[in-house]
């Protein structure tokens, strides 16, 4: 019996999946799955799946009673309310791991190969042994069992007739564990975000739901994840996480502030012998100078492109932002644009992200090569 329930719930958990991936541009879109995301669980709402239920029907005459006359199934009741079923949503709890795959199965996105030593380790309960005192969560049924069969035998208790094993006190086995430090692949990320007065909030909500489906493919791919935020306008500044999408500032642009941060923090805390390092700066485009752009230029070429797997550009639009950047970045580095063809060795990669529906695609442009 046991067997066949874990069955049933594999067959169903394999139906949700295939909803997920029938519906994932519109699943990319959700902001709701970051507000309830907690403890690697989100609620996912899907359509058209109906738990198993009894239905007692009407024996009165009606339909599906006696040969349909022409137009029976098509009369309406008035405008009153009907009494047919509707259609409903349940929600499903999704973990953020099994959310990550289906992108990738869907996206087609190779395993990212990490590099970099280990370096940290986490404590984790590996279960080693049996024990005879324990929670009852812990409790082994087959050793349990065993223990009593061969108490009854031993006793003569044991009716081949009638095998009913009743295990007591002292036959209960239950799992131990012990704490382990188990090795970590490790990743940063490091996020920067332009917050000036041309970046409003529809700009911010692409960026936040780009930036949580970013989160949840590389956790996916590594154990050990350190995760750093950076905000500029003319000039750039650390802040946590939810100041970061939060934070709106007024003035102007110097993208090169942000950068200059991002590459003193990967030289202080992320060397590239043991980091794999992931850094992504979203903005609309506008920058204070030509002169900023060109210095913004050098930043990549001499200290963050060597020191990381990826860099992406990432570019939403904004009615108040020129869009001229990520011209002067394909302009410097023809292999980012990889509407073109970019170099599959090129370390930055660019994206442009208008519309919630374009988040699918900018996925699929940057993790593609599988860095």
């Known amino acids: 019996m046991v067997a066949r329930i874990e069955q049933d719930h594999q067959r169903f958990r394999q139906i949700v999946k295939g909803k997920i991936r029938d519906d994932l541009r519109k699943f990319l879109t959700r902001r709701e799955l970051i507000a309830r995301e907690g403890r690697g669980i989100v609620s996912v709402p899907v359509h058209d799946i109906d738990i198993p239920t009894f ?12 040969e349909p006359g022409e137009g029976d199934q098509g009369k309406g009741n008035g ?36 590099r970099g030593n280990a370096q940290l380790t986490s404590i984790r309960d590996k279960y080693t042994g049996i024990r005879q005192t ?84 590389l956790r996916r791919n590594y154990e050990g994840i350190s995760s750093r935020y950076i905000v500029h306008d003319v000039g750039a500044k650390e802040v946590d996480k939810d100041t970061f999408f939060a934070i709106r500032e007024d003035g102007g642009t110097r993208i090169s ?12 805390h992320y060397p590239p012998s043991e980091w794999n390092t992931y850094i992504f700066h979203f903005s609309d485009g506008d920058n204070s100078s030509d002169a900023d752009n060109r210095l913004c230029c050098d930043l990549l070429r001499d200290k963050l492109l060597p020191a990381c797997n990826m860099f992406g ?37 660019t994206s442009r992200v208008n519309t919630k529906e374009e988040i699918y695609d900018s996925l699929k442009t940057f993790f593609t090569a599988g860095r």
């Not at 259609?87 to 996105?109: F, G, K, P, T, Y």
């Not at 188990?182 to 909030?201: E, F, L, R, T």
């Not at 002067?328 to 063809?341: C, E, W």
Request: proline share 5%; charged share 25%; aromatic share 8%.
């Open 79 to 114: 405008g009153m309310g009907g009494n047919e079923p509707g259609h409903h949503i349940m929600e499903v709890d999704v973990s953020l791991e099994e959310l990550a795959d289906i992108l990738a199965e869907e996206l087609q996105l190779p395993r990212i190969q990490p």
């Open 313 to 349: 550009y990432c570019q939403v639009a904004s009615a108040y932002g020129s869009g001229n950047f990520i011209h002067v970045l394909h302009d410097a580095f023809p292999g980012a644009d990889k509407a073109t063809g970019a170099d599959d060795d090129q370390p930055l990669i």
């Open 134 to 217: 324990g929670p009852a969560s812990l409790r082994h049924f087959k050793r349990t069992y065993r223990e009593a069969l061969k108490r009854q035998v031993m006793l003569g208790a044991y009716d081949e007739s009638d095998p009913v094993i009743i295990p007591i006190k002292r036959d209960m086995r239950f799992r131990s564990w012990s704490e382990v430090r188990k090795p970590q692949n490790n990743a940063a990320i490091i996020y920067m975000m332009d917050v000036s007065g041309s970046m409003g909030a529809q700009q911010k909500e692409l960026v936040r739901l780009e930036a949580f489906w970013i989160d949840t493919w």
């Open 55 to 66: 239905r007692y029907g009407d024996n009165s005459a009606g339909v599906g009673m006696g």
């Open 257 to 268: 502030s942000a950068f200059n941060l991002a590459a003193e923090t990967v030289a202080q």
